[in-house]
């Protein structure tokens, strides 16, 4: 069932601190009462702009996969709240509810692969369902739905925090390249490539976006087009081929990119053509900086290569679709192929922002040393 819900236009979904600067609206909220969680379908972004409430985990299990909601803080925050609405309808004992609690969490956990905060967040719920589970069933949602709403504004603020540390980077009258979308569409709001962005605007800082479409499913041209255009931030789309050339004619000045999950050693997955980008990034000496909330970074991974890489329908390269409406663009005897990401090596990163600090890839142990004491 799709429902215009107006107060999430407003931000006012639920008592949250007021949205921060430049996202006046959220990719997914909890609302009053803990029994529904509400939506915003990206896909059809930016034709509609469309709220779908749901009130079943699978519900909220089907939009991570299909994509209505996307981006690895954004997906995390979805499945904790995909555990708050299958404690609902628990009432039963302690051992019924945790086991109504590990196969929701397993049904969640198997969405997608790559994006690391989808387990951190999920580990995370799974500590408070321990801590719970003997408690009476109201009990149990309420404190399950304030575990998931601390993960929802922890991230915000995180996005914040980072974005002002990146935003030192930029400088005044720059033209910043991105690739995908990490935006607020993507987190718990604000962005962290695009909280970079904001931050530097919010600092008085004149600076120009370009965004990569990011084929196969333009988060690019649909998404970062629309999220900055909406906050009346100057931002021009560019097809994926063409960041080489704009790079070797001097019209790039810095490259700023989220990430899916970020290694040990400072690798970084991140949708697909990122690695290509920052490639070209290194052959023109324009600096290429990811910006990334703690939750992303996974040091049990010791490097890139024990990233798992989403492989997606091929479907998704063979068609064009927009909302109800998809056109074919290969012949139906030809395969395609679809990683959803790729991995970008330290060497090729200047910089990783993070709400705890920052870390010069090339200095592999700085990651390390930003790690909280206990996590
Ligand atoms: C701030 S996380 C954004 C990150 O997630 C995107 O992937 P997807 O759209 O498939 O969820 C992309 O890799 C972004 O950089």
Not at 72 to 100: H, K
Not at 272 to 277: F, K
Not at 356 to 361: D, I, K, V
Request: charged fraction near 20%; charge should be neutral.
């Amino acid at each position: 069932m799709s429902a215009f819900i107006p107060t999430l236009k407003t931000g006012r979904a639920h008592p949250h601190p007021e949205p921060l600067s430049g996202s006046a609206f959220s990719a997914v909220e909890l609302m009053p009462g803990d029994r529904t969680v509400v939506m915003l379908d990206q896909r059809l972004l930016p034709r509609q702009e469309r709220y779908e409430t749901f009130q079943r985990p699978e519900q909220v299990a089907d939009a991570i996969s299909t994509m209505k909601v996307r981006g690895a803080p954004a997906i995390g925050i979805s499945a904790a709240y995909g555990l708050v609405l299958a404690a609902v309808f628990c009432d039963g004992p302690r051992d019924a509810f945790l086991e109504v609690m590990s196969t929701t969490d397993g049904m969640l956990r198997r969405t997608r692969p790559t994006a690391v905060n989808l387990a951190w967040a999920l580990d995370r719920m799974h500590r408070t369902v321990v801590r719970i589970a003997a408690e009476a069933p109201r009990e149990r949602v309420t404190a399950l739905a304030a575990e998931a709403r601390a993960i929802h504004v922890e991230d915000k603020l995180a996005c914040k925090k980072m974005g002002e540390l990146g935003a030192a980077s930029v400088r005044d009258g720059s033209t910043i390249l991105t690739h995908c979308n990490a935006g607020a569409l993507a987190t718990g709001g604000y962005g962290t490539a695009l909280g970079v962005i904001r931050a530097a605007r919010d600092a008085g800082k004149k600076i120009r976006v370009l965004s990569a479409e990011t084929r196969p499913l333009l988060q690019g041209a649909r998404l970062t087009a629309w999220e900055l255009h909406k906050d009346g931030i100057d931002v021009q789309t560019i097809t994926d081929s063409m960041v080489g050339s704009f790079m070797a004619r001097g019209l790039i000045d810095q490259v700023i990119v989220g990430a899916d999950r970020v290694a040990r050693n400072g690798d970084v997955a991140n949708k697909i053509g990122t690695y290509g980008v920052a490639c070209l990034a290194q052959v023109h000496g324009v600096p290429f900086d990811v910006a990334a909330p703690w939750s992303t970074v996974d040091l049990a991974c010791p490097d890139g290569a024990g990233i798992p890489i989403e492989e997606r329908s091929e479907r998704e390269v063979s068609h064009v679709t927009l909302g109800e409406s998809e056109v074919q663009i290969m012949p139906d005897a030809v395969r395609a192929h679809n990683p959803a990401f790729d991995v970008t090596p330290a060497r090729l990163i200047r910089a990783l922002y993070t709400e705890l600090g920052t870390a010069s890839p090339l200095d592999a142990a700085s990651l390390a040393r930003l790690a909280p004491p206990t996590r």
